[in-house]
């Protein structure tokens, strides 16, 4: 197959209030919030998308907030954890500051010859923090609360909960190029094939029921498409499965198409360009709201509906 694969581009799950991820993701975690713009299909309620400095590819996490909603319930036919990656020696920082803020977390744990600390978000989200030997310097944001030196350093992987290890295998392997490459205690690894390195773990719970997406859990996970072409040769791909996948869809920073996968998952693939630097100053990113071309002329209407957000520092 001649489509490249690169890895995650972003995870978005749902959160309830907007402030408390902000203070959760940018003010506990270290993110950079990147853009505080809309959700494009219900311009009533926040998209919130955290990253590296500039908010590259990979190390984005966006979240819609749904105030007042249920929260969901984590099953099968959804990522059931997302994983940061953070240097090798870092985690003895992280337990420190996980509980000066009082975040849930667990005690590390060895899972595939790697160290990680799995926390719930203010949500109940399922989190990971993976020390990695490895981990690219990238763009870690100098005004983060994180010494750079302990900084995240972007998504390494998901976990998918699915009914069919079979099932998921072929998806991963056949249609993505992810390669497996490791079992352990009922979780198959699959690393991806591109630069990109991204981990997909896959938990097959056969009788397990289905997970319900509302706050609290991942509403779905991007994968990259380097260019316009290469989605273009994605959808094509799709399509010749068999797959129901939607139109290309502007999403002002990333163009972007969304199929299910057979097990249930919902998938984006998304591509890199133009980034979020488009409609704002980079040193600058996140400060206001953001609203896509077509949306502008109802700033005054959605500013009205939603609450205040404010960045972590901005105290009072
Ligand atoms: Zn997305």
């Not at 995870?11 to 907007?18: H, K, S, W």
């Not at 005004?143 to 009914?163: D, F, K, N, Q």
């Not at 509302?214 to 996970?221: P, S």
């Amino acid at each position: 197959m001649s489509i490249r694969f690169a890895g995650i581009h972003h995870v978005t799950a749902i959160a309830e209030d907007p402030q408390e991820n902000v203070d959760f993701y940018a003010g506990v975690l270290g993110l950079r919030l990147v853009k505080k713009t809309v959700n494009f299909d219900d311009p009533g309620s926040y998209h919130l998308y955290y990253g590296d400095a500039s908010g590259n590819p990979g190390t984005i996490m966006t979240f819609f907030s749904w105030p007042g909603a249920a929260r969901g319930r984590i099953g099968t036919g959804q990522v059931s954890a997302t994983s940061f990656a953070v240097p090798q020696d870092s985690l003895g920082y992280w337990l420190e500051r996980l509980l000066q803020h009082g975040v849930r977390f667990d005690q590390p744990v060895r899972r595939f010859d790697e160290t990680m600390v799995a926390i719930s978000d203010p949500d109940g989200l399922a989190i990971e923090l993976v020390a990695r030997p490895e981990v690219p310097n990238g763009e870690v944001w100098k005004g983060s609360p994180v010494p750079p030196e302990y900084a995240i350093r972007g998504i390494s992987g998901v976990t998918l909960s699915e009914r069919s290890e079979e099932i998921a295998e072929n998806v991963l392997t056949n249609l993505l190029g992810f390669k497996k490459v490791e079992e352990e205690e009922g979780r198959t690894r699959y690393l991806s094939a591109g630069s990109g390195g991204s981990f997909a773990d896959v938990v097959a719970l056969p009788g397990g029921a289905a997970g319900q997406t509302a706050v609290g859990t991942v509403h779905h996970v991007a994968w990259r498409a380097p260019d316009d072409e290469m989605q273009e040769a994605w959808r094509e791909e799709l399509e010749a499965r068999g797959l129901h996948v939607t139109p290309i869809l502007d999403r002002n920073y990333f163009r972007s198409i969304y199929f299910r996968e057979p097990g249930g998952v919902l998938f984006e693939i998304a591509t890199d360009p133009p980034g979020f630097a488009v409609d704002e100053d980079p040193d600058h990113l996140g400060e206001d709201l953001k609203l896509p071309p077509w949306l502008e002329k109802d700033r005054e209407r959605i500013e009205e509906v939603l609450p205040p957000v404010h960045l972590p520092h901005e105290e009072g």
